[in-house]
């Protein structure tokens, strides 16, 4: 079965770190990009950060900058999201996506395969 599976999520101080894995079964994510989603309850879907199919190209949303960063191995056919100097407000089910393309992108409609996501909780 073709699947995205996060983990790493949990419950962190303001202030902590978290690191998301996205593994990908069934296939490999070769030649595609892939990036990290969020949704708080009741907020719409909101980008979060993006690497291209050799991992030389990134993308991060405005909101994480400067805290999020990605990287992805291909050895392992996995993406990490490193979350450092989280803020209640990084409060959200997070989900990795495959892109159709090796480029990445901040539309999730670029995105043809989703996970089911992990929560990540900040407390203040």
């Known amino acids: 079965e073709v699947q995205l599976v996060e983990s790493g999520g949990g419950l962190v101080q303001a202030g902590g770190s978290l690191r998301l894995s996205c593994a990908a079964s069934g296939f490999a994510f070769a030649d595609h990009a892939v990036a990290w989603f969020r949704q708080a309850p009741g907020k719409e879907r909101e980008f979060v950060a993006a690497i291209g199919w050799s991992g030389a190209s990134t993308r991060i949303g405005d909101s994480v900058k400067g805290r999020f960063t990605i990287s992805r191995v291909t050895a392992t056919n996995t993406i990490t999201l490193h979350m450092d100097f989280l803020e209640p407000e990084d409060t959200a089910v997070y989900y990795c996506?495959?892109?159709?393309?090796?480029?990445?992108?901040?539309?999730?409609?670029?995105?043809?395969?989703w996970g089911q996501g992990t929560q990540v909780t900040v407390s203040s």
């Open positions: 996506a495959e892109a159709f393309r090796g480029s990445p992108s901040e539309d999730s409609e670029d995105y043809a395969l």
